[in-house]
């Protein structure tokens, strides 16, 4: 495996533990099998972003239905 596709594969893994996260429906096993296999600047940064977006989206629906 390159390290570049370890790279890719590590902020992909990221982008699940955080989305499951969310959702709040992981188990404990799978969580931990994929905390022990991500890079922790990923998963801060993923969830970041992911963050930015829900209150992007929070604030877009709250104008469109206060303009409708």
């Known amino acids: ?3 570049e596709s370890s790279k890719r594969s590590s902020f992909l893994r ?5 989305a499951w996260s969310f959702l709040g429906i992981r188990s404990s096993s799978g969580y931990r099998e994929d905390l022990s296999k ?3 600047v990923h998963v801060v ?6 963050a ?5 989206g929070l604030i877009g629906l709250v104008k469109w239905v206060v303009g409708s």
């Open 1 to 3: 495996m390159s390290p």
């Open 14 to 18: 990221s982008m699940k533990l955080v």
């Open 38 to 40: 991500v890079n922790p």
């Open 45 to 50: 940064l993923v969830g970041l972003i992911a």
């Open 52 to 56: 930015l977006l829900l209150v992007g």
